[in-house]
């Protein structure tokens, strides 16, 4: 189980063109560096062909493999980790350059923390799994520093699929089934009265001392039918964004991911998570662009907040990592990306002994950039004041190789279509001098490219 199989493949600036071969395959699933159309991205991670899939609802998760179907209401993360001994034991290959090498591939949605948080489980949406999670014994890797691209297979792929998918990678690539087109406006679950509300109370319990800071998100949606990778394909080019994920449910259900953050990186013994807190839009000029980077670095408000989630984030990498290890290696640094600028600060430790990759996700999760701090008592108020699940929103998108390297967006900037309708989520952090109207633009300025992109004749944004 330990040997790989390790075969060279043309290298394509678009990692798209490769998926566009696979996406007919069952299970296929694409974790996109969008290098095409930016330049901080490095990797690119497809696959396709599950050994086993995993599928949470609730308090129940699902396991499918060639065994049959089980069912389990055990810790979703236990049972990733389980299904991995069983199907692709650990291995070490120090000789391969890849990240990947077999592993787990999906997204950990954000209703998954409610069980850490002492939440009742919510009911179940008729959306996706609050987990989809496949275990793959093989991957499409591009490397776009070194202009690479290999696939690797484990031993647990056996000759006739390893045959399949090279012969799939052969093949034409086929153009999206149909154009995925909006058929009617988008709507939201907190429209500016209902957020005033909740921002108000909010500010009450800031004021009561319960919380620093509270995540607060509205809902958009849409009604729409299509192909959701023609969506995935128009949107991708306006957000370039490195750590975006095109991942496809069942019966025309779809994640599509396109953040900017990275929420926990495990390579050898480094842990590293870089979150985000604080958003501008990018100017129409360079001089105005400019105006608006120096705004962001000089704001109290924005910077406060990034130093609350870097003080719990360090707590939390703390449960996982060599006493006196953690350590801010920037705080609160400008990055800019295709619509906006932000503030990000990079954490770091070293792995303690005898602890996994997969512990120190579950450990973390969710994200304190999406919850707010203290994290528990965040996410209650959230559930109080959200009338809706979060879905895969807010949770993590990434790959877990057998090998453990790990490496997980935080599921911000992302869009579910459920088979009839679309649905993006715009959030962000409330502190005690937030100004109730700014914050709520800022929900709305954080993903209106992806709003637009979609758009098919459909003027504005209105609430119910």
Same mark, same amino acid.
């Given at each position: 189980?330990?040997?790989?199989?390790?075969?060279?493949?043309?290298?394509?600036?678009?990692?798209?063109?490769?998926?566009?071969?696979?996406?007919?395959?069952? $299970?296929?699933?694409?974790?996109?560096?969008?290098?095409?159309?930016?330049?901080?991205?490095?990797?690119?991670?497809?696959?396709?062909?599950?050994?086993?899939?995993?599928?949470?609802? $609730?308090?129940?998760?699902?396991?499918?493999?060639?065994?049959?179907?089980?069912?389990?209401?055990?810790?979703?993360?236990?049972?990733?980790?389980?299904?991995?001994?069983?199907?692709?034991?650990?291995?070490?290959?120090?000789?391969?350059?890849?990240?990947?090498?077999?592993?787990?591939?999906?997204?950990?949605?954000?209703?998954?923390?409610?069980?850490?948080?002492?939440?009742?489980?919510?009911?179940?949406?008729?959306?996706?799994?609050?987990?989809?999670?496949?275990?793959?014994?093989?991957?499409?890797?591009?490397?776009?520093?070194?202009?690479?691209?290999?696939?690797?297979?484990?031993?647990?792929?056996?000759?006739?699929?390893?045959?399949?998918?090279?012969?799939?990678?052969?093949?034409?690539?086929?153009?999206?089934?149909?154009?995925?087109?909006?058929?009617?406006?988008?709507?939201?679950?907190?429209?500016?009265?209902?957020?005033?509300?909740?921002?108000?109370?909010?500010?009450?319990?800031?004021?009561?001392?319960?919380?620093?800071?509270?995540?607060?998100?509205?809902?958009?949606?849409?009604?729409?039918?299509?192909?959701?990778?023609?969506?995935?394909?128009?949107?991708?080019?306006?957000?370039?964004?490195?750590?975006?994920?095109?991942?496809?449910?069942?019966?025309?259900?779809?994640?599509?991911?396109?953040?900017?953050?990275?929420?926990?990186?495990?390579?050898?013994?480094?842990?590293?998570?870089?979150?985000?807190?604080?958003?501008?839009?990018?100017?129409?000029?360079?001089?105005?662009?400019?105006?608006?980077?120096?705004?962001?670095?000089?704001?109290?408000?924005?910077?406060?907040?990034?130093?609350?989630?870097?003080?719990?984030?360090?707590?939390?990498?703390?449960?996982?990592?060599?006493? /006196?290890?953690?350590?801010?290696?920037?705080?609160?640094?400008?990055?800019?990306?295709?619509?906006?600028?932000?503030?990000?600060?990079?954490?770091?430790?070293?792995?303690?002994?005898?602890?996994?990759?997969?512990?120190?996700?579950?450990?973390?999760?969710?994200?304190?950039?999406?919850?707010?701090?203290?994290?528990?008592?965040?996410?209650?108020?959230?559930?109080?004041?959200?009338?809706?699940?979060?879905?895969?929103?807010?949770?993590?998108?990434?790959?877990?190789?057998?090998?453990?390297?790990?490496?997980?967006?935080?599921?911000?900037?992302?869009?579910?279509?459920?088979?009839?309708?679309?649905?993006?989520? $715009?959030?962000? /952090?409330?502190?005690?001098?937030?100004?109730?109207?700014?914050?709520?633009?800022?929900?709305?300025?954080?993903?209106?490219?992806?709003?637009?992109?979609?758009?098919?004749?459909?003027?504005?944004?209105?609430?119910?």
């Amino acid at each position: 189980m330990g040997e790989l199989s390790i075969v060279s493949l043309p290298y394509r600036t678009d990692g798209c063109d490769h998926f566009a071969r696979l996406r007919p395959l069952p $299970g296929a699933v694409l974790l996109d560096s969008v290098r095409a159309h930016g330049s901080s991205g490095r990797f690119d991670v497809l696959s396709a062909l599950p050994l086993c899939e995993l599928r949470s609802y $609730g308090a129940l998760t699902t396991i499918r493999s060639a065994a049959g179907l089980t069912r389990s209401d055990a810790d979703p993360f236990g049972l990733v980790a389980q299904a991995l001994d069983e199907h692709l034991p650990p291995a070490r290959d120090a000789a391969c350059p890849w990240p990947f090498q077999g592993g787990a591939i999906g997204w950990f949605g954000y209703e998954l923390g409610r069980r850490h948080a002492g939440l009742p489980p919510r009911a179940p949406t008729p959306m996706v799994a609050d987990l989809h999670v496949g275990v793959y014994g093989w991957a499409l890797l591009q490397d776009h520093q070194r202009r690479t691209a290999a696939a690797v297979f484990s031993a647990a792929i056996d000759a006739a699929t390893r045959r399949r998918v090279l012969a799939a990678l052969e093949s034409a690539a086929p153009a999206p089934a149909t154009p995925f087109v909006l058929d009617g406006e988008f709507r939201s679950n907190l429209d500016a009265c209902a957020y005033a509300r909740a921002f108000d109370r909010v500010q009450r319990y800031l004021r009561d001392g319960d919380c620093y800071q509270v995540n607060l998100a509205q809902r958009l949606s849409a009604p729409a039918h299509g192909d959701p990778w023609d969506a995935y394909l128009r949107l991708r080019a306006r957000t370039a964004s490195p750590f975006s994920a095109f991942l496809p449910g069942d019966d025309g259900t779809a994640v599509l991911s396109f953040s900017p953050e990275r929420f926990v990186r495990v390579h050898g013994t480094r842990v590293e998570t870089r979150p985000i807190k604080g958003t501008t839009r990018r100017g129409a000029t360079p001089e105005a662009d400019r105006d608006h980077a120096r705004a962001l670095l000089a704001s109290t408000k924005d910077r406060a907040e990034n130093v609350m989630i870097v003080d719990l984030m360090r707590n939390d990498l703390a449960r996982s990592c060599r006493t /006196g290890s953690v350590r801010v290696e920037k705080l609160c640094a400008l990055e800019s990306y295709a619509n906006v600028h932000h503030l990000v600060s990079v954490v770091s430790g070293t792995l303690a002994p005898k602890t996994s990759a997969l512990e120190v996700l579950a450990r973390c999760f969710p994200g304190g950039s999406i919850t707010g701090a203290p994290k528990i008592r965040a996410m209650q108020i959230i559930d109080e004041l959200e009338p809706d699940s979060r879905c895969a929103y807010c949770g993590a998108i990434g790959y877990l190789s057998r090998h453990g390297t790990l490496d997980t967006n935080i599921a911000i900037r992302t869009l579910v279509h459920d088979g009839a309708a679309v649905h993006a989520w $715009g959030g962000g /952090g409330i502190v005690a001098d937030s100004d109730r109207d700014a914050e709520y633009r800022e929900t709305l300025l954080k993903i209106e490219p992806l709003l637009e992109g979609l758009r098919s004749g459909v003027p504005r944004i209105r609430s119910p």
